[in-house]
């Protein structure tokens, strides 16, 4: 996760001024990691920090806050009573308007503890410098007092091929985690619900097959369309296009029958293979919010295990 940009522009837009804390540095155990942010206004809030005393008291502090930057470390266990046992060095900051304009918007870099002054220190230019050599963002860091923060923009486009049931309750799941960039297509626009997620892109197409090739090869696709007819022509279309993963809703004697129809459009069964029906876990049941839950712990999974992947080839 980085500095959500979009989210915290969408809060001063809507209060006018915004008290952002975020976790910038952790000794030992915490209950969230360093970049977890969340936003404090007079009379509310939004995401999360860990929750319990430690968000607690951040909370009242942020709304005491009139202006500035607060930098300051809390130990879990003696000063706050909580069990996680580290300590947490806290950054709140206010934002409004003219603030926001200030912003970069890919690397968010500025001193935050008392002393530091305006020349960006030499470890704080290694490290943008050794993010660029390898094609990677930093992560979140406190570095000799300046707090370097990447903006957070979604990585991992996904499409989601219905909105009957099964698809609204995949996109209420899906839709607040912060990596998937959600494109939502289906046969009409009165298929969709009046209120659709920030950060959800809804498509009316009365083919939708047609839009498969403006999707990215890297995309990840959930079909789940109100019609056996209609999630064929998407698999042949996929499988024409190219995906990361493509899944598709239905029953071993529906998987049976869309395989035999796949190799009869000219498939190879390799290539069909790359296709998983069914999707989520059987065992939790029909229920369209169990299904999501199951894609989803699905699709996180997969998205895990690729990272690791990663760690270890780098």
Same mark, same amino acid.
Do not use: N
């Given at each position: 996760m980085g500095f959500d940009l979009e989210g915290l522009t969408a809060a001063v837009e809507a209060r006018g001024r915004v008290t952002r804390v975020v976790i910038a540095d952790i000794r030992?155990?915490?209950?969230?990691?360093?970049?977890?942010? @969340?936003?404090?206004?007079?009379?509310? =809030?939004?995401?999360?920090?860990?929750?319990?005393?430690?968000?607690?008291? #951040?909370?009242?502090a942020a709304r005491k806050q009139v202006q500035g930057t607060v930098l300051g470390s809390h130990a879990l266990g003696p000063d706050l009573g909580q069990c996680c046992g580290g300590v947490v060095t806290l950054?709140?900051?206010?934002?409004?308007?003219?603030?926001?304009?200030?912003?970069? *918007?890919?690397?968010?870099?500025?001193?935050?503890?008392?002393?530091a002054d305006g020349a960006t220190p030499l470890a704080v230019k290694r490290l943008l410098a050794n993010a660029r050599g390898q094609g990677l963002r930093p992560q979140p860091q406190l570095v000799d007092g300046w707090m370097v923060e990447p903006v957070h923009?979604?990585?991992?486009p996904l499409w989601i091929w219905g909105a009957g049931h099964v698809g609204r309750a995949l996109v209420d799941v899906l839709s607040p985690l912060p990596d998937f960039s959600i494109t939502w297509v289906d046969t009409a626009a009165e298929r969709f619900p009046s209120d659709i997620?920030?950060?959800?892109?809804?498509?009316?197409?009365? +083919?939708?097959?047609l839009l498969v090739p403006h999707a990215p090869v890297k995309a990840q696709h959930l079909v789940l369309t109100y019609s056996?007819?209609? +999630? /064929?022509?998407?698999?042949?279309?996929?499988? !024409?296009? !190219?995906?990361?993963f493509a899944g598709l809703i239905g029953s071993a004697t529906k998987w049976a029958r869309f395989r035999s129809r796949l190799a009869a459009l000219g498939h190879s069964a390799e290539q069909i293979s790359r296709i998983t029906?069914?999707?989520? *876990?059987?065992? /939790?049941?029909?229920?369209? =919010? @169990?299904? #999501?839950? !199951?894609?989803?712990? =699905? /699709?996180?999974?997969?998205? @895990? #295990?690729?990272? @690791?992947?990663?760690?270890?080839? #780098?």
């Open positions: 030992g155990s915490s209950p969230r990691e360093v970049g977890a942010a @969340m936003l404090v206004w007079k009379d509310g =809030q939004s995401g999360t920090i860990g929750g319990g005393t430690l968000e607690f008291e #951040a909370a009242i950054l709140s900051e206010v934002y409004d308007a003219s603030r926001l304009a200030a912003l970069d *918007d890919e690397i968010v870099l500025r001193p935050v503890k008392t002393g923009h979604p990585e991992v997620p920030k950060g959800v892109t809804s498509v009316p197409a009365v +083919d939708p097959a056996h007819t209609l +999630d /064929l022509a998407l698999c042949h279309s996929l499988l !024409g296009h !190219g995906f990361a029906c069914p999707i989520g *876990d059987p065992a /939790l049941g029909k229920h369209p =919010q @169990m299904i #999501a839950v !199951g894609v989803a712990a =699905q /699709l996180l999974r997969r998205d @895990m #295990a690729k990272e @690791m992947k990663k760690d270890h080839s #780098a």
